[in-house]
C-alpha cells in the first residue's frame, strides 16, 4: 500500500514502543523466522524501532519467549522487550488470562520474578515491565526492576487515586525519569467525583513531567475527543503506541503465514467490526491500527500533523 504523502512529511521514522505483533505474528509465541517477517512489514510502514510487548504468560513461555527475543534485540532489530504482567489487576486483566496473573507477594510470583532476573543478568533485553500499583510488595518489586535496568510501567490496574500517587512518586524518585503509564484508560479504573481512581494522578503528573501517557489512538480505545486535550493540554506527554496484535492487519495487508492469530496464551479472532478480540468472550485484546494508520487517522480527525510525529518517537 502506498504511504500516504502526510506521513511522509514526518522528518523521522515510527518508534513503537507498545506492540505484541501484527499480521499474524505474535512476538511472544511465533518463531523467530515469522517474528523476522513481522519486523519487516512494519519496516514497510515506517514503523522502524519495535519494543516487543509480552502479555502476560506462564513462567515456560517467558523463558522460550525471552530466548528467541534475545538475539533480535542483540541484532538491533528490536529495540527491548516489554513485560506486560504478570504482576497486574486481576480485575483489569483485560485480554490477559487471569490464571496467569500473580501477586508479587507470592512464592510463584516471586520465582517468575527470579526467571526474568535470571535472564536478565545474561542478556539485557527487557526494558520495561507493567505493574498494577495496588499489589502487595510493590514497592520493593519497583526497587529490584530499577536495579536491574527495567523501567517500572503503571497499567492494568483497579488503583486508587492516592495509590497512583503514591506508586507515580516511588518510581520517579529512583528514575527520575517520567513514569509510562501503560496505554491509559484502558484496562483501568474509571473516574468517579467522590472516587477520582488513577487517571487524575496521572494528570497531575503529567502536568509536571513526570508521566508520559501511553494512547491508543486507533479510533475505538480511546474517545478522540480525550486524544484531542491531550495534544492540546500536554502533547510532550503523549507516547502514541499501537497496541497492535497478530490479528491486526493493516489496510491492503494480509496475515504472514495461515496459523490463526494469538496474543501469547489466548487466542484471538480477525476482526469483522469491532477489532481484534479474545475467540471465547468478545474481549478487546489489542489495537486495530498501526502507527502509520494512527497517525493518518489523527490527521484525517483534525490534530496537528506537526504535533502527531514527535508522539511518534522516542
Ligand atoms: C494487550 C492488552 O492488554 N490490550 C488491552 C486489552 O487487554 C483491553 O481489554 C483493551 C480494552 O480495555 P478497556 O475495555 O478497559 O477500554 O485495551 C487493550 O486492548
Request: include cysteine; proline fraction near 6%.
Amino acid at each position: 500500500m502506498p504511504i500516504p504523502d502526510s506521513s511522509r512529511a514526518c522528518s523521522a521514522d515510527f518508534v513503537d514502543r507498545h506492540i505484541h505483533g501484527i499480521a499474524g505474528v505474535d512476538f511472544a509465541t511465533s518463531s523467530v523466522a515469522d517474528i523476522r517477517s513481522g519486523l519487516e512489514y512494519l519496516y514497510s510502514r515506517r514503523t522502524t524501532r519495535v519494543t516487543a510487548s509480552i502479555p502476560t504468560v506462564d513462567i515456560t513461555q517467558l523463558s522460550a519467549s525471552l530466548e528467541r527475543l534475545g538475539p533480535l534485540v542483540a541484532a538491533g532489530l528490536l529495540k527491548g522487550v516489554h513485560l506486560e504482567g504478570p504482576f497486574i489487576a486481576r480485575d483489569y486483566a483485560g485480554a490477559h488470562p487471569i490464571q496467569a496473573v500473580l501477586s508479587p507477594a507470592s512464592s510463584q510470583g516471586s520465582s517468575y520474578l527470579d526467571e526474568v532476573l535470571a535472564h536478565q543478568r545474561t542478556h539485557a533485553v527487557v526494558t520495561m515491565m507493567t505493574l498494577a500499583p495496588e499489589l502487595e510488595g510493590f514497592d520493593a518489586l519497583v526497587e529490584t526492576l530499577v536495579a536491574h535496568g527495567i523501567a517500572p510501567a503503571l497499567g492494568h490496574t483497579g488503583a486508587t487515586y492516592d495509590q497512583m500517587a503514591h506508586a507515580i512518586n516511588v518510581i520517579h524518585a529512583l528514575t527520575e525519569a517520567p513514569v509510562v503509564i501503560t496505554h491509559a484508560y484502558n484496562a483501568m479504573r474509571g473516574f468517579h467525583h467522590r472516587d477520582p481512581g488513577p487517571m487524575l494522578a496521572v494528570l497531575e503528573a503529567a502536568a509536571n513531567d513526570r508521566a508520559i501517557v501511553e494512547l491508543i489512538a486507533d479510533g475505538r480505545h480511546v474517545h478522540l475527543g480525550l486524544i484531542r486535550w491531550w495534544f492540546a493540554h500536554h502533547p510532550e506527554a503523549i507516547r502514541l503506541v499501537s497496541d497492535a496484535s497478530a490479528a491486526t492487519v493493516p489496510p491492503g495487508g494480509h496475515p504472514i503465514g495461515d496459523s490463526l492469530p494469538r496474543l501469547g496464551h489466548a487466542q484471538l479472532a480477525y476482526p469483522e467490526l469491532q477489532g481484534p478480540v479474545v475467540t471465547d468472550d468478545s474481549t478487546l485484546a489489542s489495537g486495530t491500527k498501526d502507527l502509520l494508520a494512527i497517525h493518518d487517522n489523527l490527521v484525517a480527525a483534525g490534530v496537528d500533523h506537526a504535533a502527531v510525529c514527535p508522539a511518534m518517537r522516542d
